[in-house]
Every structure is written in C-alpha cells, then in structure tokens.
C-alpha cells in the first residue's frame, strides 16, 4: 500500500507490496481521428455559483478564432443564478454547441473528471475550462497549432502561462515561466500548468478514462500531466500565455507567484500536506501502471526510495533519475522534505 510507509521498509518490500506497478507493459489503446475533418474540441467545464464572472467566461468561448468546438458543463448544484446563466446561453447558441449536467457533487477535481470519463462526449480534442476566467480569443488555435503535429495514438496535453488578472479584468502580472521541459520526474513533484489552459487529445483522455473519474486525487491537473507523462505521451507548455486567469476571494486555488504562495508551499511542505498529495498521486498511478513503461517505473522507484529509504541510501538513484521541480529552490525544498520524510 502507499499510505504512510515508515522510514524502516524497503524498497524492495514496496515492490512486492505493489507487483501491478511493475508488471509487464500493455499497449496505449490506439485512438484514430479523422484527418479529413476539422478539428473538433469538447470544452469541459466545472460550475458551482459562478455567476458573477461566467458571463465573461461564456463570452470569450463563442468568441474563439477556432469555432469547431462544444461546450458541455457540469454544474456541482449551484444556488445563485448560475443555472439561469447557462439556460440563456443555452437557448441562444443551441443544445448541440451548450449542454449543461448535474455534477457528482465530490468536489472540483471528480466534476472535472466525471467529464472526461463521460462516454456521450466526444470529440477530436478536449479542454478544461474554469468558469470564472477569460480566454484569450486564439485560446483553442494556439493549442491546436501544437496537438495537430502529434499523432493521433501518442497520448498529447497542451499547457499554458497564464495572465493574472484582479476581479475586474485588470491584469496584475503573469503566472510563473517554466523554463525546463515537461517530464515525468517534474510531473511526480509538481504541477506546472493550470487545467484551464489545458487541452489534450483523445489518447490522453483515453489515459484518464481507464484510470477512471473516481480518483482521490489533489487536482485534475496536475493528476493529468501526471498520467499522460507516466505513460509515455508528450506535453507541451507553451510560455505565450492563452488565458486571463481571475484571481478573487472565491478562487479554490488562485496564482503561485509571489512571496505569499512560496510560504504557503512551505506550509504544505511541513504540515505534511504535500506528504499527502504524493501518496494520493501514487495511488492513482496504480490505475495506470500496465501502461507504464520501465523505463518510467525506474523513476517512480527512484521518488519511492525517497520516500522510504534513509538518507543517504537513496542519493544514487535521486541523482540518476530526473526527480526535479522548475527551479533551483524547489528542487532545494524537494531534497529538504525528503530529508524531512516530508514527500
């Protein structure tokens, strides 16, 4: 199992403990798109008494430079007049382009999963959408302009940087620019792009279906760089940013630039938060793990012995794999929790 594991267990015993994270590796199913059609895109959003911006959200959507797109919204019971909101929307553009659903009510995370995995919904690529930003009107091209380069069976996650913006649309900076590339060890340690600049194609969704809308996992996210990474499939962060990101009072996680969000992070780190998150995020992988390739699995051992072997017996295969965050002092902080038995 993955909770808690003390300082004393071997790696050796986890692997035994966990043989299906190790087992011989299954081919990624094998998703075709029709080349000879343009492109289509299922915007996937997740509402709760969002009224006050989704007007501005919705606007910006039917505004795109790329108009192949659905949009299908998973509403978690909102009180104020969100519903209404959509319902108006819905009368205008029509119940092919706007369908609105009950959400599973388990949180931001699962409404956001329980689209993926929805077999009514499909489509040639997939967009997590928030109901409080603004996309910036070649938002979808910009993706596509990348993901149209990808074959069709490589499971494929565009990200982005992201403009912050106050309450009234005012832009108040830029959210982080990561300069090192997508990986799996950075995707094991940290989440570098928001779900709202995210679109993917249908072999990664395919990742996320089998490991299925249920999962107790932080954040969609960063859940979905993770499987996508894991299993071999590329990702993208592109540094022109593609979305106005609203930062307000009601935000569930808002921007991580600044002084503030790095004194939170640390926080999180020795509460025992960031602790937490690693052992959901490893639990979720088990999903995955006949698609995971060895070479992947040779890291994921490599944050394991982190986790559970003694400084310094895990140094070697810290050094050999590529466990990292963005920066220098994340990756200082990372070898600091490990040391704490923090991760």
């Given at each position: 199992m993955f909770y808690r594991p003390t300082q004393s267990k071997m790696l050796d015993c986890y692997l035994v403990l966990n043989p299906a994270?190790?087992?011989?590796?299954?081919?990624?199913p094998l998703i075709l798109v029709n080349a000879n059609q343009r492109p289509s895109v299922a915007i996937l959003m997740g509402t709760y008494n969002g009224a006050q911006f989704i007007s501005e959200q919705l606007h910006s959507i039917v505004n795109q430079s790329h108009t192949h797109w659905s949009l299908v919204v998973s509403d978690d019971g909102s009180t104020d007049q969100?519903?209404?909101?959509?319902?108006?929307?819905?009368?205008?553009?029509?119940?092919?382009?706007?369908?609105v659903q009950r959400g599973p009510s388990a949180g931001f995370s699962r409404n956001f999963l329980?689209?993926?995995?929805?077999?009514?919904?499909?489509?040639?690529?997939?967009a997590?959408?928030?109901?409080?930003?603004?996309?910036e009107v070649d938002k979808l091209s910009q993706a596509l302009e990348w993901l149209e380069t990808v074959p069709?069976?490589?499971?494929?996650?565009?990200?982005?940087?992201?403009?912050?913006?106050?309450?009234?649309?005012?832009?108040?900076?830029?959210?982080?620019?990561?300069?090192?590339?997508?990986?799996?060890?950075?995707?094991?340690?940290?989440?570098?792009?928001?779900?709202n600049t995210m679109v993917f194609n249908n072999a990664a969704r395919e990742l996320l279906r089998i490991a299925g809308p249920d999962l107790d996992v932080p954040s969609h996210d960063w859940w979905a760089y993770l499987a996508v990474t894991a299993c071999g499939?590329?990702?993208y962060y592109d540094a022109r940013p593609t979305v106005r990101y609203r930062q307000h009072g009601g935000n569930i996680i808002g921007?991580?630039?600044?002084?503030?969000?790095?004194?939170?992070?640390?926080?999180?780190?020795?509460?025992?938060?960031?602790?937490?998150f690693t052992e959901r995020n490893l639990q979720a992988l088990l999903k995955l793990a006949h698609l995971i390739p060895p070479e992947k699995k040779a890291t994921l051992a490599a944050l394991?012995?982190?986790?559970?072997?003694?400084f310094p017996r895990w140094v070697p295969s810290y050094l050999k794999h590529d466990l990292r965050r963005q920066t220098l002092t994340g990756t200082m902080g990372l070898i600091l929790a490990a040391l704490l038995k923090k991760i």
């Open positions: 994270l190790f087992s011989s590796n299954s081919p990624i969100t519903p209404q909101i959509l319902a108006d929307y819905q009368a205008e553009l029509g119940q092919q382009k706007l369908r329980s689209l993926v995995c929805a077999q009514d919904i499909q489509a040639d690529y997939y997590f959408c928030d109901q409080d930003d603004i996309w069709a069976e490589l499971p494929a996650l565009y990200g982005a940087r992201t403009r912050l913006i106050d309450a009234n649309n005012q832009e108040i900076g830029q959210s982080p620019l990561f300069t090192k590339p997508p990986s799996f060890g950075n995707a094991l340690v940290q989440s570098i792009a928001g779900g499939g590329s990702v921007m991580n630039a600044g002084l503030r969000p790095k004194l939170k992070r640390i926080g999180m780190l020795l509460n025992g938060r960031f602790k937490d394991i012995g982190m986790r559970m072997l003694p």
